[in-house]
């Protein structure tokens, strides 16, 4: 039988600008980087659409993955098609009709085959051209794949995909395993994957391997251009395993040498403090405590001690859950830092969490003779510069402040500790910066923080330059907060419930529903909610307001009253998100919870649940879709921060979790960490031997792996490589 012919997209969906023919260079003139518009099928207008999916060049076009696969290589006779099934058919052209309606600016194009079973017709709006076209081929046989639509008993295809059947092999829509590419407006899946078929014929045997020798042979890879070839138009499913599996541990491997040379890089540009911590210092921290350390905690705080004393610096990532006393560990780390005779400082991402950290560390280290100051944006001009003389002299111990440290006038004395709290709220460059605010022949020690667990995958892939310490375990008499879903009908319950435990003595946070990324939107959102729930649904109970837009000394003055008890319900927005710790709020009530991430929900949770009382979260709203509904289920399931973390990576994906789109890193084309994890550990291994043994990639075989490097992640990679 005769298979379809696609090696170019059929005359009406060649794009080349009117006019304007474009001019095709030699490939190997530019070679991968011949702008994406002189690819066969591309030209001018379609090159402007595909910079829409961040391709420009020939290479990007090779690069650009199918996210899923369609098996059309099972053909159905015309009369055996049921209704709204998805099938590859073949068919006689018998004719084809244009109708115009002028009323409706409509065009509409009928088309109708048969075979021996029967016929169908092919709808197809706005694209008058196809009556010529189909009129041209007229007693040929065609091929295509559809959606099946029966009314009546008769056969209708609208808008299928199809191509002349000849005698070449080379089918791209049908008959085989398609692929389908990520498209964007104005360019669909069939001239996609026309336009990257003629880059495979012109530009793919210029794709370059990459994996030192060693790699490839130690793991038994295929090679990479006929990888990139397979991927888009595997011929089987055995094939199509082979290709993905290469080029994921190929986009992995390369990602974990950045990571090892970037772990390699701060150690070797400055020595680390072999800081000489006492026992009896950290021994006089426990007995300064009201509590005993978690297991967890003390296992955390001798990994930390072993790398504070180690020659190196310290590159740790530490994760705890909400709640989980990630707090009282830093201050044994700080207190081990000022005792050695250096100087430590914590940068958080708001002042609201600066003030609650400098609350618990003034509590906690004071009374060891730990001199510490905030350093925040409100702070006033005089005692700002107080604040700068005192760490420049090395009187002042300790620093917890905002982005306000990174200002070129804040100098230490001996800057040994850096802490860097929720951490997925800086990029790369922030937490450097801080660092470079250390001694000339030292470089600092790094604790990195964050109560958003993160799953292993992930925090592999995003953060591998970092040891990871966990603390799993909560203290003890801490009892879970319950999670309840009510849907808007519920509402008046939920307020019911909410005057209840305020009749108790209990305080209740209200959180402000997202309305839109801008803070104004939201301010004024929360505001007009506010004068609501303060004149219309309480308005016995004093309603206090927070939100990202008050001047600094409103929001400290907000939340002192509510922690003094001065009011009973506080509408916020999620500028409470972290660092907020009023004992005495045992509930809060998230508006419209749909439209919040499931990392937020839980750390939005985690504001509720740290006193003796037992402590709730009402969820309330209806979801607009399905994945809103998910969302909810999974946090009144669960209070497990790692499970949510997990959950989170599903739904949304690791480009929009911990920071990664700000980091800069996680950038992936085809791996996916979650399904890949255990690829993952392969090339995380392999990656970091090869830069183990070869730290600059200056061996002859490493040529074109640091050039690789040097191109797709130059910002990250902290040192010269090749």
């Not at 159905?76 to 709204?84: E, S, T, Y």
Request: some cysteine; overall charge neutral.
């Amino acid at each position: 039988m005769p298979v379809p012919n696609s090696t170019a997209p059929p005359p009406s969906e060649r794009a080349t600008a009117p006019g304007e023919p474009a001019t095709r260079p030699d490939p190997a003139a530019e070679g991968l980087l011949t702008p994406v518009q002189f690819v066969k099928g591309v030209g001018p207008r379609y090159a402007s659409v595909l910079e829409k999916l961040g391709i420009t060049t020939a290479e990007d076009l090779l690069f650009h993955f199918p996210h899923r696969y369609e098996d059309r290589r099972n053909f159905r006779p015309l009369g055996r098609v049921a209704h709204g099934e998805m099938v590859v058919c073949t068919g006689r052209v018998l004719g084809a009709t244009l109708e115009r309606s002028a009323r409706r600016n409509l065009a509409l194009v009928k088309a109708v085959i048969q075979d021996s079973s029967g016929t169908a017709e092919l709808v197809f709006f706005h694209q008058h051209w196809l009556r010529n076209t189909f009129e041209k081929i007229k007693g040929l046989e065609i091929c295509l794949y559809g959606s099946g639509q029966r009314n009546g008993g008769r056969l209708t295809f609208q808008h299928p995909e199809w191509e002349e059947l000849t005698q070449d092999e080379n089918s791209l829509h049908v008959g085989r395993i398609v692929p389908i590419h990520p498209s964007t407006e104005g360019l669909t899946p069939k001239q996609l994957r026309g336009m990257i078929w003629n880059a495979l014929d012109r530009y793919g045997q210029l794709v370059e391997e990459v994996l030192p020798p060693e790699v490839m042979e130690a793991h038994r890879l295929p090679r990479l251009r006929p990888a990139v070839r397979h991927v888009h138009f595997p011929e089987d499913e055995a094939q199509l395993e082979q290709a993905r599996h290469r080029l994921v541990f190929d986009e992995l491997f390369r990602l974990q040498c950045v990571l090892a040379i970037r772990k390699r890089s701060v150690a070797d540009t400055l020595p680390g403090i072999a800081f000489a911590v006492e026992p009896k210092v950290l021994e006089e921290f426990r007995r300064s405590l009201p509590y005993e350390l978690t297991g967890a905690q003390e296992r955390v705080i001798a990994e930390i001690q072993t790398d504070m004393e180690g020659p190196r610096p310290m590159q740790r990532l530490l994760q705890g859950d909400v709640g989980s006393g990630k707090t009282v560990v830093a201050g044994a780390a700080i207190l081990a830092a000022v005792r050695t005779g250096y100087q430590a400082a914590m940068m958080v991402p708001t002042e609201i969490l600066a003030e609650q950290h400098y609350a618990v560390f003034r509590r906690l280290l004071e009374p060891l003779g730990v001199r510490m100051h905030r350093l925040v944006g409100s702070v006033r001009a005089k005692g700002k510069r107080q604040i700068k003389e005192e760490l420049q002299s090395g009187f002042a111990h300790f620093v917890v402040g905002t982005h306000a440290l990174l200002e070129d006038d804040v100098q230490f004395q001996q800057l040994g500790l850096v802490v860097v709290d929720e951490q997925h709220r800086f990029g790369v460059v922030q937490r450097l910066a801080l660092l470079d605010k250390g001694m000339q022949n030292h470089s600092p020690d790094m604790l990195v923080m964050t109560a958003t667990p993160i799953p292993r995958t992930l925090a592999l892939t995003v953060y591998g330059d970092l040891d990871v310490s966990v603390i799993n375990e909560m203290p003890p008499g801490r009892k879970p907060v319950r999670t309840y879903w009510k849907r808007e009908q519920q509402r008046e319950a939920v307020y019911r419930g909410v005057r209840s435990l305020v009749a108790e003595g209990r305080q209740v946070y209200v959180v402000c529903p997202l309305v839109e990324a801008s803070e104004k939107l939201q301010m004024r959102a929360a505001t007009e909610f506010h004068e609501h729930l303060q004149t219309e649904v309480f308005p016995d109970l004093r309603v206090g307001l927070i939100h990202g837009q008050m001047p600094s000394h409103e929001k400290d003055e907000a939340m002192d009253r509510f922690r003094e008890g001065g009011c009973d319900v506080l509408v916020a927005t999620v500028v409470i998100e972290v660092g907020v710790d009023v004992p005495n709020a045992c509930c809060m009530v998230i508006e419209d919870a749909g439209r919040f991430g499931l990392a937020q929900l839980h750390q939005l949770r985690g504001r509720v649940g740290r006193g003796e009382h037992q402590s709730y979260c009402v969820l309330l709203g209806d979801p607009k879709n399905e994945e809103g509904v998910q969302r909810l289920e999974v946090i009144t399931r669960t209070t497990d921060g790692f499970e949510i973390a997990e959950e989170d990576l599903k739904l949304r994906g690791p480009g929009e979790l911990s920071g990664t789109k700000q980091s800069g890193i996680l950038q992936l084309r085809i791996a996916n960490i979650i399904g890949d994890a255990a690829i993952l550990q392969q090339a995380r291994q392999a990656a970091f031997a090869v830069v183990e043994q070869d730290p600059r990639l200056t061996a002859p075989d490493h040529a074109r792996l640091a050039a690789a490097l040097r191109k797709q992640y130059a910002s990250l990679l902290l040192a010269t490589v090749g």
